[in-house]
């Protein structure tokens, strides 16, 4: 094993060739293709911070720019610096890797500098409806000023596990600590506002007195300032395609670390570790969009579907599926629906679906939202634009499959 190791680093020193760690990075992000900027400390000279993103991930940016999710991990190199991973979504409900940023520390200036240079990389015309983070108050007031037009949404995960360390222990048995925490549960979920209002009526009258440093917390630190980051209420108004939570980026630093294997390379090996990662992350997103152009399912047979099987991704016809569902079994009422999918997918809610199931008419593709329609990498033109391009991209990928099984 040692001489494994020994084997390695040696390669590693001639592919250096007298270079630095960070002569040898920007050499191998430049051929890549990769889009970079470094921050300089002027009077040190030292490297404060690196941003990258590889030229397929910009285009994916360009491509899905409705919600992207941002957390930083730790233990990744040997110079400790916190690593800023921002992570995009696919039609496909694909997480992808938008960029990286090594930082020299986390504060809201390294934070706006961050984004800033995130910000250059995606359309100007398309930029986020969302952005998904934890309490960070650095990065949420970078974001404010960097993109003022989105939607900061706070993980409703990590609230709650915020909760569950600071307020069970309050509590004098599980009993109580399960019914305050499912009605803590009821307030995040509420749909409207007035449901909200009327459960933290209920929340006050029960715990104010009962257990008054439980209520304090939860109302200072929590609700007051940023009931409108994480309950329902606000939060589902908005474009985030089902992410409320930072899973899918954290998701995203298991995967990451698995293929590091260690943390204490250097900037070479680790660049070489993304390089591998990105490049198979990318393959298999390739994959999922051939998936849903060429390939179809008996339970989309019904002419509900005909105008969209084979142009927008399964995903969204199954999210549908689940509306058609609700509509056929809901008896034309739907009178409290909130419109969640429809705000939060830009998909169908039941209700839009019933008209046409009843005169058994198939759905309008102009009425889903275009970010189900992208299924390669070239950008959202028209409709017919988008039928013979997937048609046509269909068939390339079977003349291909075919070259290769010979």
């Given at each position: 094993?040692r001489?494994?190791?020994n ?6 020193r001639?592919e ?22 470094n ?21 994916l ?35 992808f ?29 398309k ?25 900061n ?21 599980g ?45 200072t ?16 108004m ?26 204490i ?30 390939q ?9 579907y ?14 549908i ?45 102009w ?40």
């Amino acid at each position: 094993m040692r001489t494994i190791y020994n084997k390695r680093a040696k390669m590693q020193r001639a592919e250096l060739d007298g270079g630095t760690q960070i002569q040898f990075l920007y050499k191998y992000i430049t051929n890549g293709g990769y889009v970079s900027f470094n921050k300089i400390n002027a009077e040190t000279n030292q490297l404060e911070s690196l941003f990258f993103a590889h030229p397929v991930s910009i285009q994916l940016c360009k491509m899905f720019s409705c919600v992207f999710l941002l957390d930083c991990t730790y233990k990744t190199n040997r110079y400790k610096l916190p690593l800023l991973c921002i992570v995009g979504v696919t039609s496909t409900n694909r997480s992808f890797y938008a960029a990286f940023v090594f930082m020299s520390n986390e504060v809201e200036t390294s934070y706006a500098w961050a984004l800033e240079c995130f910000r250059t990389i995606l359309d100007q015309k398309k930029l986020p409806c969302v952005l998904v983070t934890d309490r960070e108050i650095a990065l949420m007031n970078a974001i404010a000023v960097v993109f003022p037009g989105a939607k900061n949404i706070l993980c409703k995960f990590h609230i709650s596990r915020n909760i569950l360390a600071h307020c069970k222990k309050e509590f004098k048995n599980g009993k109580e600590w399960e019914k305050f925490n499912g009605k803590w549960q009821q307030l995040v979920d509420s749909p409207r506002e007035s449901d909200f209002y009327q459960t933290f009526l209920e929340m006050k009258t029960e715990y104010e007195i009962a257990y008054p440093q439980v209520y304090s917390y939860v109302v200072t630190t929590w609700i007051t300032p940023y009931k409108e980051y994480f309950v329902a209420a606000w939060v589902d108004m908005h474009l985030h395609l089902g992410n409320s939570t930072t899973n899918r980026v954290e998701g995203s630093h298991c995967q990451l670390k698995k293929f590091l294997e260690v943390s204490i390379g250097n900037l070479a090996t680790i660049w070489q570790t993304f390089d591998q990662m990105i490049n198979l992350q990318h393959t298999e997103i390739m994959r999922s969009f051939g998936q849903s152009t060429i390939q179809t399912n008996r339970v989309f047979s019904s002419s509900l579907y005909s105008d969209l099987l084979g142009y927008i991704s399964i995903t969204a016809l199954e999210y549908i599926k689940k509306e058609e569902f609700r509509a056929r079994t809901g008896h034309g009422s739907f009178e409290g629906c909130t419109h969640k999918i429809k705000y939060t997918l830009g998909l169908p809610c039941a209700h839009d679906l019933l008209s046409y199931i009843r005169n058994n008419n198939t759905f309008p593709l102009w009425m889903i939202h275009d970010h189900w329609k992208q299924l390669t990498l070239r950008e959202i033109k028209e409709e017919q634009d988008i039928k013979e391009e997937n048609e046509a991209d269909s068939k390339i990928d079977v003349e291909i499959e075919g070259i290769l099984r010979r």
